[in-house]
């Protein structure tokens, strides 16, 4: 028999590391935008595995495709050809800055990556001692570069040493973005829509002093997309909808449609600055990760798909505005955080969703995020706004 949820605690509390606080549900089974666990109940799901889930769960054609590829080749290294890591650089970059690419495993090293490139690029102008400029509170991963860039994280005295050459601004401070890029200046890394700390769109205004900023010193301006990218905003790439073009984006997340796999895309000129050696990964592009990807794609860069992103984020973004509670709603497309008064007590109004049977999260005290699959429909949409709607009605 398999274990039940205590049991399975019992396991966690022995065998892995602490994390993790994890809400008490084993989920065995997952279709569209529904999840079940394991004593057969059903949820709606509006987190999607945090945004990676976007096809919805087990979308039968990403399922086909790994595993007709995992039938047929799974590995082979980045020392050999497959076609569908080829294919999926190839539709990656056109579909964005026309540069190259780069794989990775996950989003952190998708980022690692774009750290290099900066770097080394920042060394062929002469720049000894590199600097990448983040905003105070994005979110760019858990290894040490990605880290050293997510200033919350990298205060952690008990971490360190930080990797040295980063340094960070008050968010959306586009004049102190502008004083802080100078001669020494390889990089801003910012995200367009801030994720974790609770779905924070930066300014036009702001995006577009820092395309300024790196135009006038020469530094390069990446965007990391790994939440905001493939669809989630109602554009494949969240930069679309604003006045900048980046010089890199990375992606991961939603990529694979629940298969790990990340992407750091470049522009023509960036795309020349990694040669042999700079960089690799043994698992990185695999044909099964790429078979997926290219699925996903298939399925999300398309004009439906991205307008009914629009729509039904509109639709969700209306019905939470309309709600007691609710104090201000952010984001953009499906990728978005409601703001709740001040005296209701978020994390407890996220465990209470649970319980009803919706699955959100809550990133940032006061802030329900939603990232709903982007194949969510209108009468799930209605369901999760009426399900919000009584949690916090008891709750005030
Ligand atoms: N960058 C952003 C904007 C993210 O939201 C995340 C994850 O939440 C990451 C980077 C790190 O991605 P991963 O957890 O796949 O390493």
């Not at 990775?104 to 770097?119: D, Q």
């Not at 930080?162 to 340094?167: C, H, K, Q, T």
């Amino acid at each position: 028999m398999s274990p039940d949820l205590a049991q399975l605690q019992g396991l966690e509390e022995r065998y892995l590391m602490r994390t993790y606080k994890r809400a008490p549900v084993e989920f065995v089974r997952g279709e569209g935008a529904s999840l079940w666990d394991a004593d057969g109940r059903e949820y709606l799901d509006f987190l999607a595995g945090i945004s990676v889930c976007s096809v919805g769960h087990c979308h039968p054609d990403v399922v086909a495709a790994v595993r007709d590829q995992f039938g047929r080749l799974a590995h082979v290294s980045n020392l050999f050809y497959t076609e569908p890591m080829v294919r999926l650089a190839e539709r990656l970059a056109e579909s964005s800055l026309g540069g190259r690419v780069f794989f990775a495993n996950s989003g952190t090293e998708a980022n690692e990556c774009a750290i290099k490139v900066a770097r080394k690029h920042a060394h062929g102008r002469g720049i000894a001692e590199p600097e990448i400029v983040s905003f105070e509170s994005d979110f760019h991963g858990r290894t040490y570069g990605s880290l050293a860039a997510t200033p919350g994280l990298a205060a952690s005295e008990t971490l360190g040493p930080m990797l040295p050459g980063f340094r960070s601004v008050p968010f959306d401070d586009a004049g102190a973005l502008r004083e802080a890029v100078g001669a020494n200046t390889a990089a801003v890394l910012i995200e367009p829509i801030q994720g974790e700390s609770g779905i924070h769109p930066l300014g036009d205004e702001t995006l577009a002093a820092a395309r300024e900023a790196c135009d006038e010193t020469g530094a390069l301006l990446i965007l990391d997309e790994i939440q905001t990218g493939i669809g989630r905003t109602g554009s494949l790439w969240a930069y679309e909808q604003t006045p900048v073009r980046p010089d890199l984006i990375t992606a991961a997340k939603a990529l694979g449609g629940g298969y790990p796999i990340g992407a750091c895309i470049t522009s023509a000129e960036a795309g020349e600055v990694l040669e042999p050696g700079d960089h690799g990964s043994t698992f990185a592009g695999g044909a099964v990760a790429a078979a997926a990807a290219l699925a996903v794609l298939e399925i999300v860069d398309t004009p439906e798909l991205l307008r009914g992103v629009r729509e039904q984020g509109a639709a969700l973004r209306a019905g939470l505005e309309a709600l007691d509670g609710v104090e201000e709603v952010r984001g953009r497309g499906l990728m978005i955080g409601a703001g709740l008064a001040e005296d209701i007590d978020a994390a407890a109004v996220g465990a209470d969703l649970l319980q009803r049977g919706l699955v959100v999260n809550v990133p940032a005290p006061r802030t329900l995020r939603l990232l709903p699959p982007l194949v969510v429909d209108a009468e799930q949409i209605e369901r999760a706004v009426a399900l919000i709607g009584e949690s916090l009605h008891d709750a005030l």
